[in-house]
């Protein structure tokens, strides 16, 4: 099995997680790795399904995002997490925060990778195509439920994204276009942190 470094740390059994097979096309052979399926309840249902039965110490959500600051094809280190469909402001409660929730609105929980920029993913469940906010800078589905899962059952969590599209009125058609180059760019970014 396939270990990882990351910032002179050597994780012995590392998980990838990826929503979709072909976000890993023929790339990633020797690792665990783990298919949740879209969206932040499939991606939630299948870590912890896994978590059972396995005990990694390390998990990497790699996939494709949207971005408006991002230029399309780079590989971009998400540390910070926001849920952006949570919306419960008739409430008096701040837009993106949780009800009676005790995590914060920005979840701070994700390992930087030397040498890649860091963005704020703003994971929610529909596909962005119309941004409004300066807040998250990347846009996706699934991240802020992996990541707040990693924290809550202490698991160093990494997240790169490969930005598929502008987060814009041709984001599905660039999206459909750029997912079948996110997995030799992602494999690429954490080549050196990889070893046999």
Known sequence: MKEVIINAKRYKRPVLVFAM?????????GFNRIFT???????SY????YLINHQPDLIINLGTAGSFSFKKGAVVCCTSFIQRDMDASPLGISKYKTPFSTDKLVLKYGMVLKGLPQGVCGTGDHFENAHTTNLYSIVDMEAYALALIAKRENIPFLCLKYISDGADAKALEDWTREINKASESLLEALSTSIED
């Open 21 to 29: 097979r072909q976000e890993a096309g023929a790339y990633f052979e």
């Open 37 to 43: 399926g879209v969206g932040k309840i499939n991606a």
């Open 46 to 49: 299948s870590l912890m399904k």
